[in-house]
């Protein structure tokens, strides 16, 4: 069935895309929405089209107006508006007009006594700056940080100089709602279950890690970041928290243009990063590419209290020194055919390779019950190289030049394969080999229906599957000489795992009259899941199909200020390691073990949100619920298993000869841990964030989030409610400096949290970069420093019946880092805002 569904699919939307090609490759022209009006000429209706530009930069104008204005009749007869590549369709009918083309402050321009009596490209009209509505109004000559849709927030990084010359996961580190933590894993208020897309897909830019992998991604290869907290139903279900959708930069400009990044900084890092596009008649080529080099020093401090029944505990100090090279790159090649006017097919292919090495130095105290302490160094090296290959084809029908009333579709094939090896040295000598080698084929293939019904609505069907195929391979084997090694068959393991998920969906928006708008969706998944435990011979098969409502409304008081209120129903996959049941180890002493017995979790989730543009003040806020099923929590518990750093010897408790060895030797629990389905979780929790702009110099946006997690459950007698109450707030001013320096600061805080099982501090960090422009606007050149005061450290508590434990992590030092970007045929884009998300509040592109 899964082999045969794609194929009727790919032939359904084939003879669908052919069916709409009349002879000689024209479009049979689609009933237009726009009201009859009475015209010059009544039997016959024209199609007018060009596009606008703007003159200095060669840089499309949305929204920009074109009207027709009738002198027989003396009125405007009709008109529209450019999109977002500048151009513009309209039919209009037969007659001679004056038309004028108008963008907010440009100059106007006319083209008087134009007799139009078939379809005319009138060509491309560039206009200029009117340098005296500028004196009089007070245009910010920028994009928009932050926009706002119907079920999205959308985050532009053009101006953030704090992500100049870093990485993907410094961009996502700067969006409202979202936070990073010291290791780099990324939730979204407060959750970390975060579906992460490129382009709105899965992608190879990701990999297989995408911690690694978004710390190695170049920020000047993103456009934007949507944050999508109440996801529509053409998005996939995964993701409880929501969905990050990371959009990659490409543009449409004739002939030549791009820019060039170079950075290097403190510890040791460089990099060298470009956009390059191209286009020439119906062509389009275009090319992302990436490569950098990161140091990257850490270390982590760690005190743990063994608890002995009646005896004195023991006590473990683990002091860890990480030094850590990141070496990566990735490219992203494609070229767009524009067939005709509407119709356009893309080919793009992507390539990531990363090459990273990680020395681990591990100085460990034992004290026993008597106070003897014994000292252990440990020599973790590790290797890893992580390879992905992805090729996509996209196909993009519209009718009528209109781009709300199409039909796409979209193949992609991914292969990756990740190899990990480290050889763990005691004392100066070799005692263990590990390697993990993860290999994963997918196959996406996806196409969506959208049709205009009225004159605001819109109904959208579709249809995605997902086919992924992973092969974890993971070796353990053990030496007493450093020469020998016997692997250990308790510990190594081959897991293939299968998930083929095909997904459905359907949805309708529409205004009512001119307040209220709505976008009601329904998705209906399939889940068809193989575990394979080589190893074991354990195989088993989860199979199950569930429904996914989405609501989202939206109620505007004024032009200026609206009420949205948001419903979606979420799932969480268990996967890989999560599932895998053979234990991996990070530690002698500590373990990873999965269940594959794991059961989805399934959340619904309810937002409410409120937008006031206050003139050069915009405040926007939101309340949210969520209530989770079958959740997944970690828990650490103890094994039967003793360690013996002495003789570096595994002993359980149930052997013959345990008491003997207590008695010789010092041992220390083996703890293990893993995910579980617990009860339930509800979060509740609100926002809100401000973004201020008096002038052209200086703004300044502030976020603040708060959130409550409420756990309830109980594992093997034991309970594990717990109550985490935590927020966090985000604090970014830019002032343009005399002598047109820009000067940008982050502050980040986010308070302590807690969980059944641990607590965690507060963390705080500040941010600061200065940017200059040169070249007469065509470079960059940008200078910031990372964690300014070196306190963005986790330091926490963990505690069990058996031990206790308090560590201080820090992932990464703080940093330095210079870089300069130079844009060749392609000036600063004058892209201005549009009222903060403009009138365009009922949007349904996924």
Do not use: C
Not at 21 to 33: A, D, R, W
Not at 387 to 407: E, V
Not at 456 to 481: M, W
């Amino acid at each position: 069935m899964n082999k045969i569904l794609p194929t009727l699919i790919l032939s359904f939307v084939a003879s669908l895309l052919l069916a709409q090609q009349t002879p000689g490759g024209s479009t049979p022209i689609v009933q237009n929405n726009t009201k009859e009006i009475t015209s010059p000429n009544l039997q016959k209706e024209v199609i007018v089209s060009g596009s606008i530009i703007e003159k200095d930069t060669g840089v499309p104008l949305e929204y920009a107006t074109v009207a027709f204005f009738s002198q027989l009749e003396n009125r405007i007869v009709t008109g529209g508006i450019s999109d977002v590549d500048g151009n513009f369709r309209i039919p209009v009918p037969a007659g001679v007009y004056d038309i004028s083309i108008e963008f907010i402050s440009f100059k106007k321009v006319t083209i008087s006594n134009k007799k139009l009596i078939q379809d005319e490209n009138l060509g491309s009209f560039a206009l200029e700056i009117d340098a005296e509505s500028l004196d009089e109004v007070e245009i910010i000559a920028e994009r928009t940080t932050v926009e706002f849709r119907l079920d999205k927030k959308i985050y532009n990084i053009g101006k953030d100089l704090t992500v100049r010359g870093g990485t993907v996961s410094d961009v996502l580190d700067n969006v409202p709602s979202v936070s990073v933590d010291v290791e780099g894993n990324v939730s979204l208020r407060g959750n970390d279950d975060v579906r992460i897309l490129i382009n709105g897909k899965p992608s190879g830019l990701v990999g297989l890690n995408s911690t690694d992998a978004l710390r190695q991604l170049p920020a000047e290869s993103i456009e934007r970041v949507e944050v999508i907290t109440s996801p529509s139903a053409r998005y996939d279900a995964e993701g409880t928290a929501g969905i990050l959708n990371i959009i990659l930069r490409r543009s449409k400009l004739q002939g030549l243009n791009g820019a060039i990044t170079v950075n290097g900084g403190y510890p040791t890092s460089a990099g060298i990063s470009g956009n390059i596009n191209y286009r020439t008649g119906d062509f389009n080529f275009f090319n992302t590419t990436g490569y950098n080099y990161r140091e990257v020093p850490g270390n982590s401090f760690t005190e743990t209290e063994f608890f002995n029944d009646d005896d004195p505990s023991t006590f473990l100090t683990e002091d860890r020194e990480f030094d850590r090279i990141r070496k990566g790159i990735n490219t992203n090649f494609g070229v767009e055919w524009y067939v005709n006017d509407t119709f356009s097919i893309t080919n793009s292919i992507v390539y990531r390779n990363s090459d990273n090495e990680s020395n681990t130095i591990n100085l460990i105290d034992e004290t026993d019950a008597f106070g003897t302490t014994t000292r252990t160094t440990r020599f973790d090296p590790e290797l890893e190289d992580d390879k992905t290959i992805q090729y996509s084809l996209n196909l993009d029908k519209q009718w009528n030049g209109n781009s709300d009333h199409r039909l796409t579709f979209e193949f992609q094939y991914e292969t990756s394969e990740e190899d990990e090896r480290s050889f763990v040295n005691q004392d100066g000598t070799d005692v263990e080999d590990v390697s993990t080698v993860e290999a994963q084929d997918r196959v996406l293939i996806q196409t969506d229906f959208v049709q205009p019904l009225g004159e605001n609505g819109q109904f959208e069907l579709g249809y995605r599957g997902n086919f992924n195929k992973l092969d974890t391979d993971y070796n353990v084997a053990f030496s007493d000489d450093g020469i020998n090694f016997e692997p250990s068959t308790a510990l190594s393991n081959n897991l293939l795992y299968d998930e083929n998920v095909n997904a459905f969906y359907s949805q309708f928006g529409n205004k009512l009259g001119e307040k209220f708008s709505y976008l009601l969706g329904l998705r209906m998944e399939s889940t068809r899941i193989t575990i394979n435990q080589i190893t074991s011979g354990n195989f088993e098969k989860k199979n199950y199909t569930q429904l996914f409502p989405t609501v989202n409304l939206a109620y505007e008081i004024t032009e200026d200020e609206s009420f949205t209120i948001g419903y979606s129903r979420r799932i969480r996959r268990p996967r890989s390691r999560f599932i895998n049941p053979f234990p991996s180890r990070s530690s002698p002493t500590s373990l990873f073990q999965g269940d594959p017995d794991l059961d989805p979790s399934i959340s619904d989730a309810f937002d409410i949100g409120y937008l006031n543009r206050l003139g050069k003040l915009t405040i926007s806020g939101s309340v949210y619920f969520q209530h989770a099923t079958d959740i997944f929590s970690f828990i650490t518990r103890a094994t039967d298993d003793f360690y013996s750093f002495e003789t570096n010897e595994t002993v359980n408790i149930n052997d013959p000869d345990f008491d003997e060895i207590n008695a010789n030797y010092d041992l220390v629990p083996v703890v293990i841990r893993g995910p579980i389905n617990l009860a339930t979780n509800d979060r509740y929790g609100g926002e809100i964030t401000f973004t201020y702009r008096p002038n052209r110099k200086f703004n300044v946006n502030a976020n603040f989030n708060l959130f409550q997690s409420i756990t309830k459950g109980d594992y093997q007698g034991q309970n594990f409610d717990a109550e985490n109450l935590s927020w966090f707030a985000r604090l970014n001013a830019k002032y343009t400096l005399p002598g047109a320096i820009d000067w940008q600061t982050r502050l980040f805080y986010r308070g302590p949290s807690e969980t059944a099982q641990s607590k965690n501090k507060g963390i705080f960090s500040t941010d600061l970069a200065f940017s200059k422009d040169v070249f007469n606007e065509n470079g960059s050149l940008a200078f910031r420093v990372s964690d300014l005061f070196n306190t963005r450290k986790r330091v926490g508590d963990s505690f069990t019946p058996t031990f206790n434990s308090t560590g201080t992590f820090q992932w990464r030092q703080r940093s330095y880092n210079v870089s300069f970007t130079y844009r060749f045929n392609q000036k600063k884009k004058r892209e201005r805002s549009n009222g903060q998300g403009g009138d365009d509040d009922l949007e349904f592109e996924g």
